[in-house]
């Protein structure tokens, strides 16, 4: 085996260590790049979600005060009915829409049903509808699910920020990739 | 035949509603009596699209899904037959299969 420092000094090799240490800068260069541009998508993505969320859990408390306000109104009004169906319809879309794995959709599944059951299972046909009070249990629990819709999506959030994959899975990839690059 | 296609939104009503045929035209006892039943007998499967309407109210889906688990002596065939499309609300196959599993018993 050749001494390393025999090697270095030889002066037929500084071409090549020359062209070596000059990639090795430029290696740095495009992999710090490459991490502050992820840093930053991931911020940005992280933003937009964010706002995503809010703009649901302003829609998903406005849905709760519409079907309260159904349920306890003395007449039945099937334009409210056909409103909150549709407004319950336009949040699952939206939730459809986010840019989260379909894993995460699944985990607000069970709670976006009972939400929408509580609202349009009971009580919510004119052959059954009885005017109710603020503290029956079908309104009770609309507004015990609709917390509970909310606390989901939060705890989706939190989830997806702390997705150890999702995060550290590209810097994997640019390692796997630096490695094969250089030798 | 083979199979069928129903589009709510095209055949049925954009806008179903209700529960029994008291709630109004449209409901989930109408949508069960007069599609569902029907075409469950004449059909080796059966294909319901539920895009395109407003929405639907969670008696509507309960009465006309779970009212036909209920309403037929051999249940196994209803989820064998039946399948759903839903690319609007990725929640609605989910809540009727709950309806469906419920009424078996």
């Known amino acids: ?183 | 035949m083979l199979n069928m296609i129903i589009n709510i939104a095209k055949e049925f009503s954009p806008f179903p509603a209700g529960r029994f045929l008291t709630d109004g035209p449209y409901s989930g006892e109408k949508f069960r009596e007069e599609f569902l039943i029907p075409n469950i007998e004449r059909h080796e499967e059966l294909l319901i699209n539920l895009d395109g309407v407003m929405g639907f109210g969670s008696s509507f889906l309960e009465e006309a899904f779970g009212g036909l688990v209920r309403r037929l002596d051999n249940s196994s065939v209803v989820f064998k037959k039946i399948k759903f499309i839903s690319n609007e609300d990725p929640f609605l196959i989910d809540e009727i299969n709950s309806y469906m599993e419920g009424a078996k018993g």
């Not at chain 1, 009004?77 to 699952?92: C, D, F, L, P, T």
């Not at chain 1, 069970?110 to 349009?120: D, H, L, T, V």
């Not at chain 1, 004119?126 to 015990?144: A, E, H, L, R, T």
Request: proline share 3%; glycine share 2%; hydrophobic share 40%.
């Open chain 1, 1 to 183: 085996m050749p001494d390393i420092w025999v090697l270095i000094n030889d002066p037929e090799n500084a071409g090549f260590l020359r062209l070596f240490a000059s990639a090795t800068t430029w290696i740095l260069i495009l992999g710090g790049w490459f991490v502050v541009n992820s840093h930053n998508n991931d911020r940005e993505k992280r933003k937009e979600l964010r706002a995503s969320l809010d703009l649901l859990k302003v829609d998903i408390l406005a849905i709760t005060q519409k079907a309260v306000s159904f349920h306890v109104n003395s007449y039945y009004s099937s334009y409210e009915a056909m409103q909150i169906v549709s407004n319950i319809k336009s949040i699952n879309r939206s939730i459809n829409r986010l840019h989260v794995s379909d894993a995460y959709k699944l985990d607000i599944q069970p709670q976006s049903n009972k939400f929408k059951q509580r609202i349009s299972l009971v009580n919510f046909d004119s052959s059954s509808f009885c005017p109710q009070v603020y503290d029956s249990p079908v309104v009770m629990g609309i507004i015990k699910s609709s917390e509970d819709y909310i606390d989901s999506l939060e705890t989706m959030f939190s989830d997806h920020l702390n997705s150890f994959w999702r995060r550290y899975f590209k810097y994997l990839l640019s390692l796997l990739g630096f490695y094969w690059c250089y030798f």
